[in-house]
């Protein structure tokens, strides 16, 4: 069950990224102004799940899976929230003008 976590994360963070874009590719801007917010959204999800999968790891007292994954994890989530940000600056400013 907890496995989950890390599957829904990373959907959750494909779907942070591809928001942003499909908005950027639309031609009728008016349609995707809650998109931004949407993948917003999802990007805190995907790193909600993460917190709580490592919180899992530390209840069980699995301190090896703790090593191995956290700098990975912290990697990727800086990663997932840099390039989210970006994303939707950009469709920000391109919506605006």
């Known amino acids: 069950m907890m496995g989950l976590l890390n599957i829904g994360s990373l959907i959750l963070g494909i779907v942070a990224w591809v ?10 801007k008016t349609k995707v102004k809650k998109w931004p917010i949407l993948s917003i959204t999802a990007c805190a ?6 917190i709580i ?11 090896a899976a703790l090593l191995d994954t956290t700098g990975a994890v912290v990697f990727a989530s800086v990663v997932l929230l840099s390039v989210t ?9 391109k919506t605006v003008k």
């Open 19 to 28: 928001l942003p874009a499909i908005s950027l590719l639309s031609y009728d």
């Open 45 to 50: 999800l995907a790193l909600c799940f993460q």
């Open 53 to 63: 999968y490592n919180y899992h790891l530390v209840k069980i007292q699995d301190w």
């Open 85 to 93: 940000v970006l994303l939707n600056a950009i469709t920000f400013i």
